[in-house]
Nanobody, 126 residues
Framework: QSQLVESGGGLVQPGGSLRLSCAAS????????IGWFRQAPGKEREGVSC????????NYADSVKGRFTISRDNAKNTVYLQMNSLKPEDTAVYYC???????????????????WGQGTQVTVSS
């Protein structure tokens, strides 16, 4: 069974950091761009970041630029999202997803993604 599993979420104070992981099982991530999305209560799902299959290209939503870093380790079949300087408005369920197309096409567009994880909660609060 092909699936993505996120981990690393939790409760953190404003200004703190978390690192999310997205691990694949049942298929290899080597040929997929990976996107991170988030959804806060009452809001639409928002694209946060995308990394190309090779890892050579990344992009970020304006709201997280300079604070979040996406990376991947294809040998471990895992993608990461390092989140620094967290703000209360970063509170959401975070999802990773895999798409066969390039980030230039699929970034921020949920309909382009073939596989989704179940999500991990990130809460930023004092």
């Amino acid at each position: 069974q092909s699936q993505l599993v996120e981990s690393g979420g939790g409760l953190v104070q404003p200004g703190g950091s978390l690192r999310l992981s997205c691990a694949a099982s049942g298929f290899t991530l080597d040929y997929y761009a990976i996107g991170w999305f988030r959804q806060a209560p009452g809001k639409e799902r928002e694209g946060v970041s995308c990394i190309s299959s090779s890892g050579g290209s990344t992009n970020y939503a304006d709201s997280v630029k300079g604070r979040f870093t996406i990376s991947r380790d294809n040998a471990k079949n895992t993608v990461y999202l390092q989140m620094n300087s967290l703000k209360p408005e970063d509170t959401a369920v975070y999802y990773c997803a895999a798409a066969a197309g390039p980030c230039t096409v699929v970034a921020g567009r949920p309909g382009w993604y073939d596989y989704w994880g179940q999500g991990t909660q990130v809460t930023v609060s004092s």
